[in-house]
Structure formats: C-alpha cells, structure tokens
C-alpha cells in the first residue's frame, strides 16, 4: 500500500515510533503532549496571540540562522512564510495540546516547531515528516533551547496581548468619563462606611471611577515594557550552549525588524532564564485593576439597589428577568459578572506568585500555568470591560429627584455647616435632627443661628462639592 495513501504517517522520536494523522501538521512530540496532558480546557489554540509569538520567535531564528549559514534559501524561506501563516490566523487547529503542562514547555515549544517545519515541507514540495529536508529540531529549532524560545514566544505573546487589551480599559474609562459629565449637575448624598457623608455630584462619583482606573494606564504599561526584554540566545541555561557567538545578536535583530518593538536582549542570560518576576509583575498590575473594577461594580449595585426598599439613586439597564419565582425582580448581573471575573484574575495572580516562588536553580518550570493564568486573566477582563461598559455603564440613568430628597433629608449636609457655625452647634442640630425627625436646614433656622439667606448660600450646589472660602458668620 502506497505509505501517502495511508491515513497516518509514521513518526519517531526518543520514546519509539507512533502514527500521526496524515492530516495533521503536528508531530510524535505533539502527539505524546495531547496524551500525557489532559488537564484543562485552556488550550494553545484559544491564545492566538501566544501562537503569533511562537511565530515571531521562530522567524526570528531561522532569519539569525540563515545568516549564519545554519539552513540555506529554500528552508529559510519555507520556514518564513509558514510563520507568516500562522500571524494570518491560518493552522492555529494544529495547536491541540493543554496550556497547562510539565516539561517547562518542551510540548509547546515542539508543537510550534513541528507545525511549523510541517508546513514549510509542504511549501517546499514535500510531504510532513519527510525531515531529511527540514528538521523540527535541527533546523526550525536551530541554536535554541526550549528554555529561551518559550520564554521569549510568552513574552512577545502577552506583550501583544496587552496592546490590545489597554484599548478595551481605556473604552472603560471614556464611557465612565462620559457619564461624569453626563452626570456633572446630579447632587447626591456621598457615603462612608455606609453612613451618611456629605453631599456630592453623581458625575464626581463616576469621574471618581475613570480616575482611578485611568492611573493605571501608566502602571499597566510600565509593568508591560518589561516584557520586551528577552532571553533569546540563551539555549538550555543561560550559557549559550549550542549556539553562534552572533547568534544571540542577529535574533534579537530580526526580532526587532519583524515585531517593531525595542526588544532587548537581557543583561544576564543565566538569570533571565530562570527569572519569570516580568510576569509576575503584569500579573500582579492586572490584580491591581480587578480590584478597583470590582469596587465600582460594587457600587453600581449598591447605589441601584432597590428600586423601593433601597438607594435606587440610579437605574441600571434591566437585562433580563431576576427571578424564577419573583415577578418583577431584575437583578444587576452585569455587575455581579464583572465581580466573578476580578474573583477569577485575583485568584489567578495568586497562582502566578506562587509558580513564580517555584524557580529552582537555573530554570523554573511552572511558566506553563504562569502564561496560562496572564493569557486568561487578559482575555476575561478585556471581555468584561467590554460587557460592563455596553450592557451597563453606557445605559445607566440618574434618579435625579431621589438622589434630591437624600440630600434634603439628611443630617450630613450639616458638615457643609460646620466652618461656619462651629463643632458645637453643628453637633447640636445634628444631634437634634436624630431625635425629632426634622430636617438640618429646618433647625438651624428655627433656633436662628444663620439668615436664611446665608443658610441657602452656603447649601448651594456649588459650594458644597467644593473648597469654598465664604464670609458667612453665625448670629451667635
């Protein structure tokens, strides 16, 4: 039987021979991955932009190694345009295997480097494990190890990813902007541990969001540079084994020519290799956000809840029925999936500190579960931020006369009066307003300590959200 006819090819490796589908890209190496690691759902396909950063890795090194006249034209050039391939989004099927997985990413690492001398076989006019052309170790993973081209694929990866998920935080951040000034003319009641403060803006509260998530645009890409610092040309440990003397130089020269980005080759190769704190960093940036974003989502439940027997300063887009049994109750699931999504990132930074505690000697083989955990913590809050913003913040409208009636009603704005009146006579309406029931303006009229004119000033919208200097004075 003609052996192309066959539904499978024979390949070998240190282990002994196995059939590979004749359909697929991938190798024995792959293939003992797929078996040896069923672990989780997350697989190397879902993270395009993990598999762009095994491509950029690979091009990088087969340009480096042509220089060096380690392959020639035709395998450099099968090589390239497979690569090119994959950033097309084209063959990412082929990369079936589990993020998470022992070996220190020797199962990526080869699943990219069978892939794709897989393809460029066929570019070159040869079938896939026809290797006395082209080799998956000899020549698509020429002069690298593992230990630097893995690293190096994760770093151009996340770098990539966090371009285009600072675009999704910064829609945030314009959508809460917009509501602010939406909002700029809504008084409402502020609160501290729950209780009664004093009276502000609704769109100061929504400013105040954009705010402090807007500061950690700078924090985000700081922690992100770091990722542009590669140890490419590091092989097994540090050393170099293995490799050219120029071999380091002219990779991280392709690198830069190919991605555009100023990536630099790290001081120490022995320590960087074994040093994964660049994610741990970025991971840890990311917890930072989920737990600002996490306390606006609180507060959207909070100061919507109700619409009768709670604040109810504010209406949020009603998405679907609450309740199977309750009719008429809509729920803020919006929000509350927002939370479930920080759960999720902070808990995943747990584990990237805890992979990352793991280095021993000159390697640490946890990075696996470290990429994984940077990859999704990125997907899931891009896709939050996104549902957060269309399905909630952009749809949010202001109780305007309830938000009124607080302030009107509450012994807080009683603060606005203390510069004026003095502790002791502040403290004495308040303390008079609890017991009867009457209101702070009321009061301060009925024992004639302000003219109602002054009184009227000094509540104004204007100087109550604000420093103010007012040359008011108590008649005693």
């Not at 095994?54 to 035709?74: C, P, V, Y």
């Not at 602010?180 to 501290?192: C, D, S």
Request: glycine letters at 8%; one cysteine or more; aromatic letters at 6%.
């Amino acid at each position: 039987m003609d052996k192309q006819n066959q539904s499978y090819r024979i390949e070998s490796d240190l282990i002994g021979e196995r059939q590979i589908p004749a359909d697929k890209l991938y190798g024995v190496q792959t293939l003992r991955g797929i078996e040896n690691f069923r672990i989780s759902n997350f697989l190397l396909s879902d993270y395009p932009l993990f598999i762009h950063g095994l491509a950029w890795t690979k091009e990088a090194a087969a340009i480096a190694n042509h220089r060096l006249g380690i392959i020639n034209d035709e395998q450099k050039k099968g090589i390239v345009q497979a690569c090119h391939e994959l950033l097309e989004g084209k063959h990412h099927e082929h990369f079936p295997i589990d993020m998470i997985q022992g070996g220190a990413g020797t199962t990526t690492n080869m699943n990219a480097n069978e892939v794709i001398c897989n393809r460029a076989l066929q570019i070159m006019g040869h079938n896939p494990g026809e290797f006395q052309y082209l080799s998956p170790n000899d020549h698509v993973n020429g002069e690298q190890s593992t230990n630097d081209a893995y690293p190096t694929a994760i770093h151009l990866g996340l770098y990539a990813s966090h371009l285009k998920f600072r675009t999704h935080l910064i829609a945030l951040i314009d959508s809460l902007r917009a509501k602010g000034k939406e909002f700029a003319h809504v008084l409402k009641m502020g609160r501290t541990q729950l209780q009664d403060a004093v009276p502000m803006t609704l769109g100061q509260t929504f400013n105040g969001f954009a705010s402090i998530l807007e500061v950690e645009l700078k924090n985000l890409d700081h922690a992100a540079e770091e990722f542009l610092v590669v140890n490419m040309g590091a092989t097994a440990i540090g050393t170099g084994i293995c490799a050219e003397p120029q071999y380091a130089p002219y990779v991280i020269e392709a690198l830069r020519d190919i991605t555009g980005w100023d990536i630099q080759l790290a001081d120490d190769l022995v320590g960087a290799t074994s040093d994964t704190s660049v994610m741990i960093g970025y991971s840890s940036e990311l917890k930072r956000i989920a737990v600002k974003v996490n306390k606006i989502s609180n507060d959207l439940r909070l100061i919507s809840s109700g619409p009768r027997a709670g604040l109810n300063e504010i209406n949020l887009p009603a998405m679907q029925p609450g309740s199977s049994i309750m009719p008429g109750k809509v729920n803020p699931v919006i929000p509350e999936v927002m939370n479930q999504v920080c759960y999720k990132v902070m808990g995943n930074d747990v584990t990237v500190t805890m992979a990352g505690d793991a280095a021993q000697m000159e390697l640490n083989a946890m990075e696996p579960v470290m990429a994984q955990c940077c990859f999704e913590s990125i997907d899931l809050l891009a896709n939050g931020f996104d549902t957060l913003r269309t399905l909630c913040i952009d749809g949010i409208e202001a109780n305007e006369d309830i938000c009124s009636n607080y302030i009107k009603n509450s012994i807080g704005i009683v603060t606005a009066l203390n510069p004026i009146i003095g502790y002791k006579n502040s403290t004495k309406i308040a303390k008079e307003a609890m017991e009867t029931g009457k209101g702070v303006y009321e009061l301060v009229l009925e024992h004639d300590i302000l003219d109602k004119k002054d009184l009227d000033m000094i509540l104004s919208p204007e100087n109550m959200i604000r420093p103010v200097k007012l040359n008011i004075k108590p008649k005693h």
